[in-house]
């Protein structure tokens, strides 16, 4: 299949919004989740994305999500009919993931793990009130040696930390009510 | 004196963005194989011959090599991954501005063991590649290049 076939099953998903690669089916305050149409010189890709809408989104990107199709240029590997089941199949599991509760569920679930992964729950467990939770994630950081942190959210940490230090949670809950705001601004309008 | 302190500086910077082959890539051992039969069959598939130095012609036979690579890649399936593109250490579609692809990767996409740069003909990866590698690849993504040996 070559990229116009893919984009044309997944512009024909009921309720998506197309923002550049991106087929957006689920924009709140919570959760931003679709499918990305990735389309480089060898082949064509179709990714799950699914963000935290609570966190400082520059671009959407597809950290939390996985490769769901792919089609190697001039191999036949499947047909549209396939793929708009495919696709169907799989958003009707990953639409349920539409507030933060339910988007731990997906992280759990899906085994999701990386930086981004932990920064997500982090994000989340400020998010409910579990201060506890986010606290824990927090010393684990400060603690681990390892490599340095994803560009993406170096930036992000060290605002929650600047205002934590300023206005304590309730200051860090009222700084992603602000990021999501913005994000909704952005992606969702 | 100062002319020699330059060059000296500039030999050290290259080295520390040149990419290292994958053949020796430290933790790649167990799984670099099957990415060096891939390359060496799209390599074969496409011969070098003398026209495919000239330009835009050695470019249409990059473009065959890397997506004949590609289709091999996707045909391993896990760990190994095609064509796969970072921004900022994120995974973001092909095109996104700023943002690197790698021909292939291993392991999990959004934390790779490492990614590979394949080049064709005569081309080496450049050190401001390899910088940008550095760059937008997820934090400890092990990075080593394939490049083609031709023959006499």
Same mark, same amino acid.
């Given at each position: 299949?070559?990229?116009?076939?893919?984009?044309? &099953? !997944?512009?024909?998903?009921?309720?998506? #919004?197309?923002?550049?690669?991106?087929?957006?089916? $689920?924009?709140?305050?919570?959760?931003?989740? *679709?499918?990305? !149409? /990735?389309?480089?010189?060898?082949?064509? %890709?179709?990714?799950?994305?699914?963000?935290?809408?609570? /966190? #400082?989104?520059?671009?959407?990107?597809?950290?939390? *999500?996985?490769?769901?199709?792919?089609?190697?240029?001039?191999?036949?590997?499947?047909?549209? $009919? /396939?793929?708009?089941?495919?696709?169907? $199949?799989?958003?009707?599991? !990953?639409?349920?993931? #539409? /507030?933060?509760?339910?988007?731990?569920? %997906?992280?759990?679930?899906?085994?999701?793990?990386?930086? %981004?992964?932990?920064?997500?729950?982090?994000?989340? %467990? &400020?998010?409910?009130?579990?201060?506890?939770?986010?606290?824990?994630?927090?010393?684990?950081?400060?603690?681990?040696?390892?490599?340095?942190?994803?560009?993406?959210?170096?930036?992000?940490?060290?605002?929650?930390?600047?205002?934590?230090?300023?206005?304590?949670?309730?200051? &860090?809950?009222? !700084?992603?009510?602000?990021?999501?705001?913005? $994000?909704?601004?952005?992606?969702?309008? | 004196?100062?002319?020699?302190?330059?060059?000296?500086?500039?030999?050290?910077?290259?080295?520390?963005?040149?990419? =290292?082959?994958?053949?020796?890539?430290?933790?790649?051992?167990?799984?670099?194989?099957?990415?060096?039969? +891939?390359?060496?069959?799209?390599?074969?598939?496409?011969?070098?011959?003398?026209?495919?130095?000239?330009? @835009?012609?050695?470019?249409?036979?990059?473009?065959?090599?890397?997506?004949?690579? +590609?289709?091999? =890649?996707?045909?391993?399936?896990?760990?190994?991954?095609?064509?796969?593109?970072?921004?900022?250490?994120?995974?973001? @579609?092909?095109?996104? @501005?700023?943002? =690197?692809? +790698?021909?292939? =990767?291993?392991?999990?996409?959004?934390? @790779?063991?490492?990614?590979?740069?394949?080049?064709?003909?005569?081309?080496?990866?450049?050190?401001?590649?390899?910088?940008?590698?550095?760059?937008?690849?997820?934090?400890?993504?092990?990075?080593?290049?394939?490049?083609?040996?031709?023959?006499?």
């Amino acid at each position: 299949m070559n990229k116009k076939a893919v984009a044309k &099953v !997944l512009s024909s998903l009921p309720g998506f #919004r197309k923002l550049g690669s991106f087929y957006i089916g $689920t924009c709140n305050q919570e959760v931003i989740s *679709g499918y990305a !149409l /990735d389309a480089p010189p060898g082949g064509v %890709y179709i990714s799950r994305f699914i963000l935290p809408a609570y /966190d #400082r989104i520059d671009f959407l990107h597809m950290s939390l *999500g996985e490769r769901i199709a792919q089609f190697p240029r001039n191999r036949s590997v499947s047909d549209s $009919t /396939d793929l708009d089941l495919l696709v169907k $199949t799989d958003w009707q599991e !990953l639409s349920n993931a #539409r /507030d933060c509760r339910s988007l731990m569920v %997906y992280l759990d679930r899906e085994k999701v793990a990386g930086d %981004y992964c932990q920064w997500t729950r982090y994000l989340t %467990y &400020v998010r409910v009130g579990d201060i506890k939770s986010a606290g824990g994630l927090e010393l684990q950081w400060q603690s681990s040696p390892g490599p340095a942190r994803l560009p993406l959210i170096a930036q992000n940490i060290k605002a929650v930390l600047e205002v934590k230090e300023r206005s304590g949670w309730n200051g &860090v809950q009222a !700084l992603l009510t602000k990021w999501s705001e913005d $994000t909704v601004r952005k992606f969702c309008q | 004196m100062q002319q020699g302190n330059q060059n000296q500086l500039d030999t050290v910077t290259v080295k520390a963005n040149r990419m =290292v082959p994958c053949d020796q890539l430290n933790g790649a051992n167990d799984t670099i194989q099957p990415l060096l039969d +891939a390359a060496d069959k799209a390599y074969n598939q496409y011969p070098l011959r003398p026209i495919d130095m000239i330009w @835009p012609i050695s470019a249409l036979r990059g473009i065959r090599i890397h997506s004949y690579f +590609a289709a091999e =890649v996707t045909g391993l399936g896990a760990p190994y991954s095609a064509e796969v593109s970072y921004l900022g250490g994120a995974q973001v @579609p092909y095109g996104t @501005p700023g943002s =690197v692809r +790698a021909d292939a =990767v291993v392991g999990p996409v959004n934390a @790779p063991l490492y990614a590979v740069e394949l080049k064709s003909g005569f081309a080496v990866p450049s050190a401001s590649e390899t910088a940008a590698y550095r760059a937008n690849l997820p934090p400890g993504t092990g990075l080593c290049s394939i490049v083609e040996a031709p023959g006499p």
